[in-house]
């Protein structure tokens, strides 16, 4: 039975008449990967979407918390409900869900130009809860078009609370964050935004309630919430406090992605 993590993948559907021998690819990323290995400290590990399996790990790679590939091959993709928190599963599944519906809007060529990168906490083996970023790139495709292999790199998150989860595309400057809310990717540009908006959202990100902002701006009340009522609508949030906590993103974003 495919786990929840697996089942939210969408396009997540391998043609049987796909009978292509994959084993010389798989051996070309793995070395590729033990080389940058041999290079650098690399927290990594290549998952085969395909077979249901981790293909390759990295030495001591944290998110197999010291347990060897055949020991969380036994589990397979159910290997993510495992250590995930339960709270943090059940958002990051709709994201990844979300997440390859993206990438699987983009033409085939463009679909290795980016990824996704998404922050979610496991409990170790001494039941200590420890949070962790994932950065996941497309690495290789079945001759049916089908996602097959991705590489994934783990290391500290720039947050300090999980759940946050971006797609950053490579060959442009373009991020899009993930609403809970909404249920959608929402690209993350200050511009999206008129310098009046901006305004409006700095003043109650200081607590100042829509009568103060009014004041403030030298505006009458109903022009504040019709700005507030078009925030909303181009950033993808339903509320105020949303509303915040995206502007608060624009400020860490590039460095935390």
Not at 99 to 104: A, D, L, M, Q, R
Not at 213 to 221: T, V
Request: charged fraction near 25%; proline fraction near 2%; aromatic fraction near 12%.
């Amino acid at each position: 039975m495919k786990s929840t993590f697996v089942q939210s993948h969408p396009a997540h559907h391998f043609n049987e008449s796909d009978t292509f021998d994959y084993s010389e690819r798989d051996r070309y990323f793995i070395q590729a990967l033990k080389s940058v290995e041999a290079l650098m400290d690399i927290d990594a590990y290549i998952f085969d979407y395909k077979n249901e399996k981790f293909l390759y790990a990295t030495k001591n790679c944290s998110f197999l918390m010291g347990n060897s590939l055949e020991d969380i091959n036994a589990y397979g993709s159910n290997y993510y409900e495992k250590i995930l928190l339960r709270e943090d599963l059940d958002m990051i599944a709709p994201a990844n869900a979300k997440s390859f519906e993206f990438f699987y809007s983009l033409p085939v060529g463009k679909r290795l130009e980016g990824y996704y990168t998404y922050d979610f906490r496991i409990r170790d083996k001494n039941n200590k809860v420890v949070l962790m970023n994932h950065k996941i790139t497309m690495l290789d495709f079945t001759n049916n078009g089908v996602l097959r292999l991705g590489l994934c790199v783990i290391s500290h998150p720039a947050n300090d609370k999980p759940r946050n989860a971006y797609i950053k595309m490579n060959d442009k400057s373009d991020v899009y964050e993930y609403m809970p809310s909404t249920g959608k990717f929402v690209e993350v540009k200050t511009q999206k935004l008129t310098s009046k908006a901006i305004t409006v959202l700095k003043l109650a990100s200081t607590g100042k309630n829509e009568a103060e902002i009014a004041k403030l701006l030298g505006i009458s009340i109903f022009t504040v919430k019709y700005h507030k009522k078009r925030i909303f609508a181009r950033i993808g949030v339903k509320n105020t406090a949303e509303a915040i906590q995206w502007t608060n993103n624009q400020k860490k974003l590039v460095k935390r992605v």
